[in-house]
């Protein structure tokens, strides 16, 4: 049984351990420091051996130095009425070891008392703490410290205030995990007739069960009188010879905490979540200058296809502005591009892209986690320009080869502005001759009665522009498909910044909030 026990704490110890990691820069809540806390006394608390330590609190005048003294068997601490008495904590041991040494160190308990080893007892340390309603706020303090540190509780009530609201909401409710390893103790029944007695044990145990401590055992004893000394002897005896009233404190402890870290854990199922990646994409890419790179890259190959196939002699036009993708410096993700920073409207749609994302992921999520997806949002928004700008500027934007019809229209233009050229010369060549009164001398060729010059000349120029007017459709018509693939081309590269620097963090965050709700499950259950 114990060594099931100690393997069911390290679980739990191993679960808390692990909900805490993942918490760690995450969760800025007090539940978490609770926690850390707790790792630390069960790993002291493991180191010092299987001694177990027994606490009698109470409030003053309850008699709980008078039963400290009727258990140790001599007067190791001080009765008294008047207010403060007991300020320190007094220890009575049972049995001798250094281990017992180290562990009063550990609690910080100075005054101690040693009896002869008892074989029933043999192990226990039995804890007489300050008043826990002492006028002197250090006293108090230090009750609310031991009591978190000792494995068993003994609290000590007494017929006069045994219903204390104080008591009870301060100390006995928030203790219904801790039931296992509690005793309540009502002291002073001397005081009371049989009758009295049984209803003021009625009643008592009553506000108990209604706090959840139905299986804390109730006893009523006398530390003047003895009565019920011996079957408190008795529970005490039994937990010391079962030696797991420490691996029970912490397994309580850890099972606590595992119970206040679920409060930041999800209670309903998750909703199915909403389709909102391509809205933040379309943000993304209207921030990143997407727009802005395909109208680029539609002039510049209508401007580059209309200089290929248009009139030889107007081409030099081109020079004249330059190339609207070249201004943007693209190429070269290392290199800042000349893209123009988003706008107010680009800005405030990213913002609001990010803000769906995180809403979405945040579904069913704690608050906790909601403040710091909203944190990681935040960081993300932060350092997205520069992502996206490298992104865009290092995208391949498509083949940029010259097509083939293109360079055999090139080809056909040069041959007609050869042709007109041709009957230029020819026809400057037959004013000449005309000139000198030679025109006879050679014959003029003729078509359909036109002569063959001028039909080259006419014939070549008018063929050039038409050719170059039908080619502008076709120029158009490639350019726009060039965009198209620009465009998908810089929205992959969108997406890509996108999974890598919006949603790969917030899916870390749901992530971590989903081991944690598991870590926290098992060490609560």
Request: aromatic share 2%.
């Amino acid at each position: 049984m114990r060594r099931k026990a100690e393997q069911s704490l390290t679980e739990r110890l191993t679960s808390l351990r692990e909900a805490v990691e993942v918490a760690e820069g995450r969760l800025e809540v007090p539940e978490v420091a609770a926690a850390r806390a707790v790792l630390a006394k069960a790993g002291a608390r493991e180191a010092l051996g299987d001694a177990t330590v027994v606490a009698l609190a109470g409030a003053t005048g309850s008699g709980k130095s008078t039963l400290f003294n009727a258990l140790s068997g001599s007067e190791v601490s001080t009765p008294g009425v008047r207010r403060p008495t007991t300020g320190v904590a007094h220890a009575t041991v049972w049995g001798a070891g250094g281990d017992t040494d180290r562990l009063l160190d550990w609690l910080e308990v100075p005054r101690r008392h040693r009896r002869e080893p008892e074989p029933a007892l043999d192990g226990l340390v039995l804890l007489d703490l300050p008043d826990h309603d002492s006028v002197r706020l250090e006293h108090r303090l230090e009750v609310d410290r031991l009591v978190g540190l000792v494995d068993v509780l003994v609290w000590v009530l007494d017929p006069q205030k045994y219903a204390d609201a104080a008591v009870h909401e301060r100390y006995l409710a928030p203790l219904a995990g801790h039931a296992g390893v509690l005793l309540v103790v009502l002291n002073q029944v001397d005081r009371l007739d049989e009758q009295a007695a049984r209803a003021c044990l009625a009643d008592l145990r009553g506000l108990l069960d209604r706090e959840g401590l139905a299986a804390t055992p109730l006893l009523a004893v006398s530390g003047r009188t003895g009565t019920g000394l011996g079957e408190l002897r008795g529970e005490l005896a039994r937990r010391v010879s079962a030696r797991r009233a420490a691996t029970e404190r912490l397994v309580a402890d850890v099972r606590a905490s595992g119970t206040a870290l679920s409060a930041h854990c999800p209670h309903e199922p998750v909703p199915a979540r909403r389709p909102v990646v391509d809205e933040l994409v379309d943000a993304l890419s209207g921030a990143a200058g997407v727009p802005t790179v395909t109208a680029a890259v539609e002039r510049s190959t209508r401007r580059e296809g209309t200089g290929r196939t248009g009139w030889p002699l107007l081409r030099w036009t081109r020079k004249l502005g330059a190339d609207p993708l070249a201004r943007l410096h693209l190429g070269d993700e290392r290199a800042r591009s000349s893209l123009p920073a988003a706008g107010a409207v680009e800005t405030a749609r990213v913002s609001t892209a990010v803000r769906e994302v995180r809403e979405d992921v945040a579904e069913g999520l704690a608050p906790a986690w909601r403040d710091e997806l909203r944190r990681t949002a935040e960081d993300v928004e932060d350092r997205l320009a520069d992502s996206l700008d490298r992104a865009v500027a290092g995208t391949d934007l498509g083949p940029d080869r010259v097509p083939l019809w293109q360079r055999a229209v090139g080809g056909l233009q040069w041959l007609l502005l050869l042709a007109a050229l041709v009957g230029a010369v020819w026809l400057l060549a037959l004013v000449l001759l005309g000139f000198l009164q030679l025109d006879d001398v050679l014959p003029l060729p003729r078509v359909e009665g036109i002569p063959l010059p001028t039909l080259l000349v006419v014939g070549g120029l008018l063929a050039g522009l038409l050719l170059a007017l039908v080619c502008r459709p076709l120029v158009a018509l490639r350019a726009r498909r060039r965009a198209r693939t620009a465009e998908r081309r810089l929205k992959s590269a969108v997406r890509a910044v996108a999974e890598e620097e919006v949603l790969a963090p917030l899916a870390e965050v749901e992530r971590d909030a989903e081991r944690f709700c598991a870590a926290v499950g098992a060490a609560a259950r």
